[in-house]
């Protein structure tokens, strides 16, 4: 007699599981209807530009580390930022920026971030009601004292600048800066801090409109376009031209261009390697003894 094993085993009995299974089916598609709502509820999606992929919104820069010194009673607090480090042409341009709390103006981002008449606005906004400070280091200090001390050179003067002595200064990048307040440097502060955001912008829109000044000056090269960076169109004006007064002399486009058109003006660089002859005269009637140092 041969018996059926799986009668013996409810779990593996076909006809009694096929009612769970079916049910489980039915249950199945309701619970993952419910899951993306759920999920959808409790973590709200990021925004994404509409026709563009693989796009992750960037948070603005928060007033959130100034308002930290204020509540601990620190105050005024300033934000600085430059424009115009990168240029083969004309000033760096620092800015100082006291933000009032209860008057900030909405919009303030990086400057690399906004459009120009965003930026526009924005300035007039900020200078309208926050305490402001500019400050230009020219192209002869930048070929006196080189880009980064020329820079740090203009934002401390820009922090003194300002109407009211700030107690705290946040500054972009990696370099404090030399003031008798606590200065805080941020890197990628200007997409961080709102005060040092606040600072880029003025900064820029003032470096700008100096730019498009010297442009009237010195036709030609294109600065209205290109605020003096170092694009196709400003590398060729320079090839043609040759350097204007506004040029940073050590840029290494600048440097080859003056070379080319005022050749007088290169000074030819030394030979460490070069070995020059001495001629030693001595006195034939001078006696030397050998032995007398032995």
């Known amino acids: 007699m041969i018996r059926d094993k799986s009668a013996k085993n409810p779990a593996k009995n076909p006809a009694k599981d096929a009612p769970k299974k079916q049910a489980a089916k039915k249950a199945a598609p309701a619970k993952a209807a419910e899951t993306p709502a759920a999920k959808t509820s409790a973590v709200p999606a990021p925004k994404v530009a509409a026709g563009k992929k693989g796009i992750i919104a960037i ?6 580390r100034e308002r930290a010194l204020i509540k601990r009673g620190v105050w005024p607090v300033a934000g600085c930022d430059e424009a115009g480090r990168g240029p083969l042409a004309g000033p760096v341009v620092a800015a100082a920026v006291i933000l009032d709390p209860d008057r900030i103006p909405r919009g303030i981002d990086d400057s690399k971030r906004l459009t120009a ?20 280091a020219s192209p002869a200090r930048i070929d006196r004292d080189n880009i980064l001390r020329a820079s740090l050179w203009a934002l401390k003067r820009a922090v003194v ?5 700030p107690r705290h200064v946040f500054v972009d990048g990696r370099d404090r800066l030399d003031t008798e307040c606590d200065c805080e440097a941020v890197i990628g502060g200007d ?8 600072a880029s912008i003025v900064a820029k829109v003032t470096r700008d409109r100096l730019m498009c000044a010297l442009a009237q000056d010195c036709p030609g090269y294109g600065f209205e376009q290109h605020k003096g960076y170092a694009v196709p169109e400003h590398l060729d004006a320079l090839d043609r031209l040759g350097p204007s007064i506004h040029h940073r002399s050590f840029f290494a486009p600048v440097a080859a261009a ?12 030394r ?8 001629e030693v005269q001595v006195d034939a009637a001078v006696e030397i003894d050998a032995s007398a140092n032995l």
């Open 271 to 278: 030979d460490l390697f070069s070995v020059t002859e001495v």
């Open 117 to 136: 008449e965003e930026r526009e606005k924005l300035f007039d906004k900020i200078c309208a009601t926050a305490q402001v400070s500019v400050a230009v």
């Open 59 to 64: 948070a603005p820069p928060s007033f959130r």
């Open 161 to 165: 600048a300002l109407p009211e002595a």
């Open 191 to 198: 997409g961080i801090v709102l005060s040092i955001a606040a």
């Open 258 to 269: 003056r070379a080319k058109h005022m050749p007088w003006t290169v000074e030819p660089g």
